[in-house]
């Protein structure tokens, strides 16, 4: 299970490389995650009014080709694991038109309570979305 | 009464045209803003946790010279106008070395409730920090 | 003649007052506008590959009400006025669901070469450009 | 050998969880490694003029506790490793007041010809700018 979204480059994500930079990409992973999430059929701003939060524990991104302006890139989202505490989500940037693989990552986060950003169990607090989760992870 | 803020631009922070990008300039802009708040001897944090917000109304800015990366420009922000419902503030991005203006702008911000979004009345409020900004005002 | 794309509002777009922080609007803006052009049968990429470039002389934005993480929004992209050395674009940022409006705003833009950063004649220099845009522009 | 870079939060960088985004960490590394190659006598803008650039090939963050608005951090650059072909960064981002660890990260780049983006010897290219790059890897 994956979701795939289109992503047009912005020529405000661009540097003076006069390619990509090398920070949006973890942005672009979000509007996969996002993505990913809202297949599972709950939005993570509901997640956030429901009290949850995942802020980030561990980021990995390796650039493997340059993206441009107007690129056309589909971001693949995957659940590799998740656990009570943890869950990470894996990435792979893909040019639309050629299929060829510019870049891939990781992110790990935690479940975390949003007014304290004290770690929750999220079997115990959202077993719903738990097992959705765990269903969406790839074997 | 003026604040002075140095920044250096940040590679990041250009486009591909080898430019600071002028979505840039509003974060400077703010950062400018953020530290004239400090000078008057309140954090805009501690607004904030107040029960303060100063979303804006408007943004305009007026770009002269292209800013590059690792230049160093100073940020001279001032205050233009406080009224009980809004304030604005002035801006002028100048060159550290040559005193050049690079550009110039303006923000107006609305005093908001931070739980409701809804207009305060600041002088009510927070009858010193209106004070301070109006003993800030330029004539 | 106007554009019209839909934005979803990213996360890494908030800000701390929960909403999106206001030095989005320009980049969205650049999103619309690389569309207009599109849609006009070129691409802003070649327009830069063909030695013009449309660096910001100016930016105004008025923000009318806040948009939120996962809000759907409409970017109406128009042309206000073209000459030989100038070119303005004006916005609406809309609720894609309500037709609510969110913000306005209007850039303008040299047309420069890309080498020289040096006004051009951009009727002299890409007369069928020229004209489409000046077909576009809104009366 | 390490540069030490103080960086106060900026407003723009926080997001709706009230903490500095994710994305915003790999901007504050940039920042530290432009200091830090600055240290060594030159600037990055000028390896780029004599044509070459460090884009990126990996990066890896570790995000230990949320830093936020306004919060003054260190941000500690260091060479990992040099090699012909590539150079390896690490960082800390520390609390100024209190010295706590924020997180941690790398990145690795490659030496590339900033006309055609492939890759250079940098020690053919530029002897002595390799010559400090290795002086200033730590052991």
């Given amino acids: 299970m994956k979701n795939e979204t289109v992503i047009t480059a912005r020529y405000a994500e661009t540097d003076q490389m006069g ?7 973890p942005v672009w992973f979000e509007v996969g995650r996002t ?11 509901q997640l956030e009014k429901d009290g949850v939060m995942l802020p980030l524990c561990e980021l990995g991104c390796k650039y493997i080709n340059p993206v ?19 869950i990470e989500f894996s990435y792979r940037v893909i040019m ?10 990781f992110t790990v986060h935690g479940f975390v309570n949003s007014e304290t950003f004290r770690p929750v169990n999220i079997k115990k607090l959202n077993p719903e979305m738990y097992q959705k ?4 992870q790839n074997d």
Same sequence: chains 1, 2, 3, 4.
């Avoid at 989760?133 to 969406?136: G, H, M």
Wanted: neutral net charge; without cysteine.
């Fill in 19 to 25: 390619i990509i930079h090398h920070s949006v990409y």
């Fill in 35 to 45: 993505n990913f999430i809202k297949m599972l059929g709950v939005t993570y701003s």
């Fill in 133 to 136: 989760l765990l269903n969406a």
């Fill in 96 to 105: 639309k038109d050629s299929g060829k693989l510019m870049a891939e990552g």
């Fill in 68 to 86: 441009h302006y107007e690129d056309e890139v589909i971001i693949e989202t995957s659940v590799k694991k998740v656990s009570f505490a943890k």
